[in-house]
């Protein structure tokens, strides 16, 4: 694991002090995520700036309306949950819980929309959300960003959600990230014990399968030159 580590390690010091993009050991296309049918898109997004401006009046019951209510199991997952939310109970649950709330504030932000058909009724959306957020028991409002996707079906009522995905990424990419947007000078970067955490996490077995590898690999290139 050491080896791997050194290496995320190392993609991560390129994004804070370089500002270069790293992807796991994957290229980022160097293109703008555009897709074809921007008609399309331009519904999604409008439709988005609706959904954006009902969670500001943080209006459960309009959010649930713009969900299909014929569709006989939604599925939802936001970025704070550990779990997908799945049928109407579960869903509905998410917007209006028991208890009093928790939140003080709650602004979402959508954009870097793009969109394409599934079907002749159902679409699939990216999107990009900001969240402003102050909780109550949290002493300072924070912001976050995350990817998102969804899955529409054009109704008689308009566009309406069946499915919801937050997408962030990896929490190391995402801590480094603020530390290069946000640092103050002098204040030490969190990447090194968030990294040690990664290393923590690996699983048990996984040094014998490095092992494993190395040892195929070996017997790949023996077998090359003979």
């Known amino acids: 694991m050491k080896l791997r580590t ?15 993009a790293f992807a796991g050991g994957h290229n980022q296309s160097s293109e703008p995520a555009i897709a074809k049918d921007q008609a399309l898109t331009a519904e999604i997004d409008a439709f988005l700036d609706e959904y954006e401006a009902l969670w500001d009046r943080q209006d459960p019951a309009g959010l649930i ?30 917007w209006d819980p028991p208890g009093p709330s928790s939140s003080a504030a709650v602004r979402m932000r959508f954009d870097g929309v793009q969109a394409r058909w599934l079907s002749e009724d159902l ?30 079906r054009k109704t008689d009522q308009g566009w309406r959600l069946v499915t919801w995905a937050e997408s962030p990424t990896s929490p190391i990419l995402y801590i480094a990230s603020l530390y290069k947007q946000h640092r103050q000078e002098g204040e030490a970067s969190p990447l090194p014990y968030i ?10 077995d996984f040094p ?5 590898k190395a040892k195929m690999k070996e017997e790949e290139k023996a077998a090359a030159t003979e």
């Open 6 to 20: 050194n290496w995320v390690l190392s993609g991560l010091v390129s994004i804070v002090f370089s500002g270069l």
């Open 65 to 94: 309306a713009l969900w299909d209510q014929a569709d006989d199991e939604p599925f939802y997952l936001a970025e704070e949950q550990n779990e997908w939310r799945i049928g109407w109970n579960q869903v509905k649950n998410y």
């Open 123 to 152: 679409a699939f959306a990216k999107f990009w959300i900001r969240f402003d957020t102050k909780m109550n028991f949290m002493p300072e409002p924070f912001g976050t960003d995350a990817r998102a996707s969804a899955v529409l």
């Open 195 to 204: 990294n040690t955490l990664y290393a923590r996490h690996m699983r048990e």
């Open 208 to 212: 014998a399968f490095m092992e494993e």
